[in-house]
């Protein structure tokens, strides 16, 4: 039989952002307090809907210059200060997730390096970083003053799933320097490891490791004393994407 759109009841889609930074040593997330219905005043992911003529990724870009001013960081391209890693984490299909209509999410997770405080737009009331354990506590969020409430829509399990995944992947991959400047130490690195993980590591060991991992780290022949003490080397991200071996996440 031939195909019939009518007998297909028409749904929107979004794209929601799970926007990480290390802040005071602290792993965070981008927030946005609503200003309009559904769960106006309640904390959320920022995100939009997706526009006719955008595929995914151009909407989950747009979305990310519109809220951070940020560039996706395109892996082609020369490094840019200005850019952030853009991937797809996942996508959200509940039927009841969006009191409006039937919303699907194709949710993105960017990691960028110290942020500064971003401003609001579009229908976001205010828009702060927030540290992901606390966005993410049991009775949820709110500012000092306010009333604690969940994130709305399912932007928590989206967090949550967001998370775990750049917990995850620093594991494995070089991920975990998309959190810092084009030129770092291994000091600065090892605080996002702490921050992400949430963990205190053994500075001498992780020198090791992250210096003995082919590919990960490449010296510039510079040093800084922005961190205080002595100079310390200055490194950027090698052109490994896996690591071998792994930075293993210790166990709770």
């Given at each position: 039989?031939?195909?019939?759109?009518?007998?297909?009841?028409?749904?929107?889609?979004?794209?929601?952002?799970?926007?990480?930074?290390?802040?005071?040593?602290?792993?965070?997330?981008?927030?946005?307090?609503?200003?309009?219905?559904?769960?106006?005043?309640?904390?959320?992911?920022?995100?939009?809907?997706?526009?006719?003529?955008?595929?995914?990724?151009?909407?989950?870009?747009?979305?990310?210059?519109?809220?951070?001013?940020?560039?996706?960081?395109?892996?082609?391209?020369?490094?840019?200060?200005?850019?952030?890693?853009?991937e797809?984490?996942?996508?959200?299909?509940?039927?009841?997730?969006?009191?409006?209509?039937?919303?699907?999410?194709?949710?993105?997770?960017?990691?960028?390096?110290?942020?500064?405080a971003?401003?609001?737009?579009?229908?976001?009331?205010?828009?702060?970083?927030?540290?992901?354990?606390?966005?993410?506590?049991?009775?949820?969020?709110?500012?000092?003053?306010?009333?604690?409430?969940?994130?709305?829509?399912?932007?928590?399990?989206?967090?949550?799933?967001?998370?775990?995944?750049?917990?995850?992947?620093?594991?494995?991959?070089?991920?975990?320097?998309?959190?810092?400047?084009?030129?770092?130490?291994?000091?600065?690195?090892?605080?996002v490891?702490e921050?992400v993980?949430?963990?205190?590591?053994?500075?001498?060991?992780?020198?090791?490791?992250?210096?003995?991992?082919?590919?990960?780290?490449?010296?510039?022949?510079?040093?800084?004393?922005?961190?205080?003490?002595?100079?310390?080397?200055?490194?950027?991200?090698?052109?490994?994407?896996?690591?071998?071996?792994?930075?293993?996440?210790?166990?709770?």
């Amino acid at each position: 039989m031939p195909y019939d759109p009518s007998a297909f009841p028409p749904f929107a889609v979004t794209v929601d952002l799970v926007v990480l930074t290390v802040r005071r040593h602290a792993l965070c997330a981008l927030a946005v307090r609503r200003g309009e219905p559904p769960f106006q005043g309640r904390w959320a992911l920022p995100g939009g809907f997706v526009r006719a003529d955008e595929d995914l990724a151009t909407a989950a870009a747009r979305e990310l210059a519109e809220e951070t001013g940020l560039q996706a960081h395109d892996p082609v391209a020369p490094a840019n200060a200005n850019a952030a890693h853009l991937e797809q984490l996942a996508t959200y299909g509940d039927p009841k997730r969006d009191p409006r209509m039937r919303v699907v999410s194709v949710a993105h997770l960017a990691l960028a390096p110290d942020l500064p405080a971003p401003r609001p737009g579009g229908d976001a009331r205010s828009v702060r970083w927030a540290p992901v354990e606390d966005l993410l506590d049991e009775v949820g969020y709110g500012r000092e003053g306010e009333q604690a409430a969940p994130l709305a829509f399912d932007h928590a399990r989206i967090l949550a799933d967001g998370v775990e995944r750049a917990r995850s992947k620093i594991e494995y991959s070089s991920l975990a320097t998309a959190f810092c400047p084009q030129e770092f130490t291994v000091g600065e690195l090892r605080r996002v490891y702490e921050a992400v993980w949430g963990v205190a590591l053994d500075p001498r060991n992780f020198h090791r490791k992250v210096t003995g991992t082919p590919g990960f780290l490449v010296p510039t022949g510079g040093t800084t004393t922005r961190q205080g003490g002595r100079p310390a080397q200055l490194f950027r991200a090698g052109g490994a994407t896996l690591l071998n071996p792994p930075m293993l996440r210790p166990e709770a």
